[in-house]
């Protein structure tokens, strides 16, 4: 295997218009992290106007939220940066860049977004100021430029199907969906509150959405699969492990809610790796397998 760094200066030779867009991305999520730890600092100095006085990183009730939007953007990230190395055999990378923003839009639509980006408008200009449509239209830029070209749905195929995975992931999908509906009623409902009026609600039922996406993703096994499978368990885990520490505050899980989502991230990446290859699949009880096997 080839040392990362050599790996990365070979895409950038290589394909250097995508990594290009790759690195815009990384740099703006770089940037909106850097925003956040100034807010989390106080650092208004850094930050005048309507920047400096928000509150995200420094007010207990927005936790669940603000780990949520943090969530959201780094399954972005993790996925664009194992571009930088073989991107031809991490396609399943670029597609989970790609989840999150979808769980935005699939929330946005849910949500009734008329009166809510009229006040966001007005009010506060939160819409103009969000550079999350910056990194989803970057992000889709380089997923169009990706090296993989006409070859990049190639590792798709039926008898590459983790059954076991799917499984969980319909399992794990029912309280998910429960969880985003909640959230998306409340956001309907409470469009003028501190956190409606950011979009908050909407950011944890996109994580929902993003869970199923993503498991399904790693369910399927493409090519680069193994990095979404533990993107899949550690999202949720990490959900839960915040409602743990923070249980009183707007939008965490309940005490077994939470313990559940842990349990089931760690089953999720145990079981991913147990069967990566054909004996963990016999072991599991993977049809394909366990025909071809008896067949042998």
């Known amino acids: 295997m080839m040392p990362v760094l050599p790996e990365t200066l070979h895409t950038l030779r290589a394909s250097p218009v995508f990594a290009f867009y790759v690195l815009v991305t990384v740099g703006l999520a770089g940037f909106i992290g850097l925003m956040f730890a100034q807010m989390a600092l106080g650092l208004d100095f850094f930050l005048p106007g309507q920047f400096g006085q928000m509150a995200h990183g420094t007010v207990g009730s927005h936790r669940v939220h603000d780990v949520t939007f943090g969530l959201l953007v780094t399954t972005d990230i993790v996925g664009l940066l194992a571009q930088l190395q073989r991107p031809s055999k991490n ?25 809510i ?63 985003a509906s909640t959230n998306i009623r409340l956001q309907q409902g409470n469009a003028f509150d501190e956190h409606g009026v950011l979009g908050h609600y909407a950011f944890v039922a996109a994580l929902s959405f993003t869970v199923i996406g993503v498991g399904l993703l790693a369910s399927l096994r493409p090519d680069g699969w193994r990095l979404t ?13 915040t409602s743990v520490i923070y249980p009183d505050v707007s939008s965490s899980l309940d005490l077994v809610w939470a313990l559940a989502a842990i349990a089931w991230g760690i089953a999720f990446i145990a079981v991913a790796e147990l069967t990566r290859d054909a004996e963990g699949l016999i072991l599991f009880g993977s049809r394909g397998i366990l025909s071809r096997w008896a067949r042998g």
Do not use: K
């Open 91 to 115: 396609v399943a990378g670029m597609l989970m860049a790609l989840i999150p923003f979808t769980g935005l839009l699939l929330a946005a639509v849910l949500v009734d977004a008329g009166v």
């Open 117 to 179: 980006i009229a006040r966001l408008d007005q009010d506060a200009g939160i819409l103009r100021r969000s550079p999350l449509y910056l990194i989803a239209a970057v992000t889709l830029v380089a997923a169009l430029l990706h090296p993989a070209g006409r070859d990049f749905f190639r590792s798709f195929r039926v008898s590459r199907v983790n059954w076991v995975m799917l499984v969980l992931v319909g399992i794990a999908a029912v309280p998910l969906l429960s969880y």
């Open 229 to 241: 499978a533990w993107v899949t368990g550690l999202l949720p885990a990490l959900l839960g492990l």
